[in-house]
């Protein structure tokens, strides 16, 4: 009852302690110039500041700090659940997210190049398998169980880098990425609640709490009253890592157990099947085309949506449904003890219908567009 307590108590401290920051990044932001200006790409109007996601490391390391202290020192049923292993990777954790937060605090204010960006990705990814826990089994999916060490490891390194450029890469509407990574935390943490995991479950409350309220400016502030922001790389490369983090947590299989855990490795995939799948549609449609992978374009799903002349806000609300869609088929059909590699279909099924009914209508709209055109003419 205690710890349950203070995870709730450490979701409402990381929430007021940003809604505190959020306005006074937003009036350093306007004083030093430090906007996300618009162009050909980009789907905003008007100057942003885009330092929101700055407040989301030291907000995390103050909460979590005082709140690990606090449960140490007076909770005498949590003393019992503080071991090595837990300190270090939480140890490990506060590492990488360091290094993350410098590399996009950089990004943000001068640039920093895609190759050091990518590197330093790699190496605070390497802290994951280096505190304890690795993707070390398939839980079945495509017929794979355990994965041997060198292959878990690596593997681990790549979905993390894979991870955290899925939720920086989708971060291109009001509300999108900060979204769908709260839908993700609200989900696995109150996965990790439920089962009495604490202290990944503190970690998903304060990474909650601290963004909601960033969702709040972004999503409802205004650009004439200076109340919107963006989180910037940042914030999109940290939520990444965190979620990271904690979902690869969730699927390490220890001591080689896999009974009753069957549907993690697909629960834990569902949770971020959206921008996960739409960063590999979008890549491999760039490979097609001969171009680049990472050369940026206007073909996420969000663009798609806006294609088809559903406004921002139909958009985020959209593009939200379908994440918690997919979650809702996963959980159903593994309740219902459906196959994994039937469950991993179903959800690739739904993905390609969404799509392809998008780019049909969106096809049919520039179709009109150009008849309109040469009918003008």
């Known amino acids: ?101 410098l590399v996009g605090i950089g990004d943000d204010l001068v640039g920093v190049s895609s190759n050091k960006k990518f590197m330093a990705q790699i190496l605070a990814a390497m802290f994951i398998p280096l505190s304890g826990f690795w993707i070390n089994n398939w839980y079945g999916l495509f017929g794979v169980y355990e994965l041997p060490v060198w292959i878990g490891m690596p593997f681990t390194v790549f979905v993390t880098v894979l991870i955290t450029n899925a939720i920086n890469l989708i971060d291109g509407l009001d509300g999108l990425a900060s979204g769908l990574c709260m839908i993700a935390l609200l989900s696995i943490g109150g996965v990790f609640f439920m089962d009495g995991v604490w202290i990944y479950a503190l970690i998903a409350a304060i990474m909650l709490g601290e963004v909601l309220p960033f969702f709040m400016y972004n999503v409802f502030g205004s650009t ?43 629960i834990a995939l569902s949770l971020i099947f959206v921008p996960i799948f739409d960063v590999l549609r979008v890549m491999t449609v760039r490979v097609r085309k001969g171009v680049s992978p990472f050369l940026p374009d206007q073909n996420h799903i969000h663009h798609k949506f806006l294609a088809v002349r559903f406004s921002k806000a139909q958009t985020l609300c959209s593009i939200l449904f379908i994440d918690v869609l997919h979650i809702a088929v996963t959980v159903l059909l593994l309740e219902i003890d459906i196959d994994v590699n039937i469950v991993f279909v179903a959800n690739l099924l739904l993905w390609f219908t969404f799509n392809v009914i998008l780019s049909r209508v969106r096809a049919s709209r520039k179709a009109e567009n150009k008849q309109r055109e040469v009918f003008i003419r």
Not at 38 to 63: A, E, M, Q, W
Not at 233 to 252: A, E, H, K
Request: net charge positive; with cysteine.
């Open 224 to 266: 004439l009253r200076r109340t919107k922001i963006f989180m910037g790389d940042t914030g999109s490369l940290m939520l990444g890592y965190v979620i990271s983090f904690i979902l690869i947590r969730y699927v390490f299989c220890e001591h080689g157990i896999t009974a009753g855990h069957e549907g993690r490795f697909m």
């Open 1 to 101: 009852m205690e710890e349950n307590i203070i995870i709730i108590g450490a979701f409402v401290v990381a929430a007021i302690v940003s809604w505190f920051l959020v306005p006074r990044i937003l009036f350093i932001a306007f004083q030093k110039k430090l906007f996300d200006v618009p162009d050909s790409r980009k789907i905003h109007t008007g100057i942003v500041p885009r330092l929101g996601g700055v407040t989301f490391f030291p907000v995390f390391v103050l909460v979590f700090m005082m709140t690990f202290a606090f449960m140490s020192s007076f909770c005498d049923s949590v003393k019992t659940l503080i071991n090595n292993d837990v300190v270090a990777e939480c140890s490990l954790l506060i590492c990488g997210m360091t290094i993350i937060f």
